[in-house]
């Protein structure tokens, strides 16, 4: 095998790479990028077995073949190098020598035939979506996704397709964020399924370079999203997901109108004492101020205190501070309407001007 190739090229190809591969486990060979050629260019493929990631780019192919290299020294190899063409070659003893302008490299390889095959997947079978709507999803679930290794389902986020509605949810159990959107999707049958939280960042990735294009598909196990010249098969979590619709409250009898930005500094003010294990703190509505309180044991105690439009009785709660900037952060400026039925229920946060999405975060007991 022998092909040329652009520096720049090659390295953005070796980032997505990094990505994917596996450094640790039992398949050395799962460290490795497959570099193929296709054409008149060159398809360079990584996986760890549960996201898989294809990526074709231009090059001037000389003679067809496949390496399989590992992905790593690959990368800090090219990173290294100058914008200058390179030249990638793989002699009758398997090595992998690369040069460009006088530096030039000689890398062991692994028997390509050993690689993992990438998914099939029938291209007639792709969905068009936009790009741009599932970033926004993305962003504003996946702070939500569980950390918690033991429970598998939560480590993930749901992603649920109709033929007029998606939706993505994501909970750790004390906290839960939901987006939905409308639109028409060319689903046959309604779509519920898992992708981790690993591989919804690479997905995120794959989305910001797209040009606003996007079609995925199921296969078997695997959801495979495609995006020009880049393929990303993703092993779907199995089990049930929990029914979050159970978690989301129907009914209110507080409603406060907060602004976002004022909040946010005032919630960070009052967080630098905060209890450092629980992060709690204490929001009391009152009809037309909100008192935040944090007590830090012996370091001490913080007050603030600022306006809000609010109805319903008084009420206190405690919440922990963290999950409610991380909600926040991710909100445009504006205001945050906070939904609270009493001191122990689930409290329930949204944009004034946007039904589809919804935040909630369990209570701590005062």
């Not at 486990?25 to 490795?32: D, K, R, S, V």
């Not at 750790?172 to 591989?199: N, P």
């Amino acid at each position: 095998m022998e092909f040329t190739i652009s520096r720049d090229e090659f390295f953005k190809a070796l980032q997505h790479a990094q990505g994917v591969v596996s450094s640790k486990g039992q398949m050395p060979i799962l460290a490795n990028a497959l570099i193929e050629t296709e054409g008149s260019g060159v398809t360079i493929f990584s996986t760890n077995l549960d996201i898989g990631l294809r990526g074709s780019h231009e090059a001037k192919v000389s003679s067809p073949g496949k390496v399989s290299v590992q992905a790593k020294k690959l990368h800090d190899i090219v990173r290294e190098l100058p914008s200058e063409d390179i030249l990638v070659k793989v002699d009758d003893d398997g090595r992998c020598r690369l040069t460009c302008g006088k530096s030039k490299f000689n890398l062991a390889t692994i028997n390509p035939d050993e690689f993992p095959a990438f998914p099939d997947y029938d291209q007639s079978r792709l969905i068009g979506l936009d790009a741009g709507m599932l970033a926004e999803m993305i962003k504003k679930t996946s702070f939500a996704i569980s950390q918690d290794e033991t429970r598998m389902t939560l480590n993930g986020a749901l992603f649920e397709v109709s033929k007029t509605k998606v939706r993505m949810v994501a909970t750790d159990g004390h906290r839960l964020a939901y987006v939905e959107r409308e639109g028409a999707f060319g689903v046959s049958e309604d779509m519920k399924v898992i992708i981790a939280r690993k591989a919804i960042s690479e997905l995120s990735r794959l989305i910001g370079e797209a040009d606003g294009s996007l079609k995925f598909c199921l296969q078997d196990n695997h959801i495979i999203f495609v995006s020009d010249s880049m393929v990303l098969a993703i092993r779907l979590i199995e089990g049930a997901y929990p029914n979050y619709e159970q978690v989301i409250p129907k009914s209110f009898d507080r409603e406060a109108t907060i602004d976002t930005s004022e909040f946010v500094h005032s919630l960070r003010r009052v967080a630098t004492l905060a209890d450092e294990k629980s992060h709690m703190i204490r929001l009391s509505f009152s009809s037309d101020k909100l008192e935040l309180i944090s007590e830090g044991g012996e370091i001490g105690e913080a007050k603030d205190e600022m306006a809000v439009q609010f109805q319903g009785d008084d009420v206190t709660i405690g919440l922990n501070v963290e999950y409610v900037l991380d909600l926040l952060n991710i909100l445009d400026d504006g205001n945050v309407v906070f939904k609270m039925q009493d001191q122990l229920s689930p409290v329930m946060a949204q944009p004034p001007d946007d039904a589809g999405l919804i935040f909630i975060i369990m209570p701590m007991r005062l």
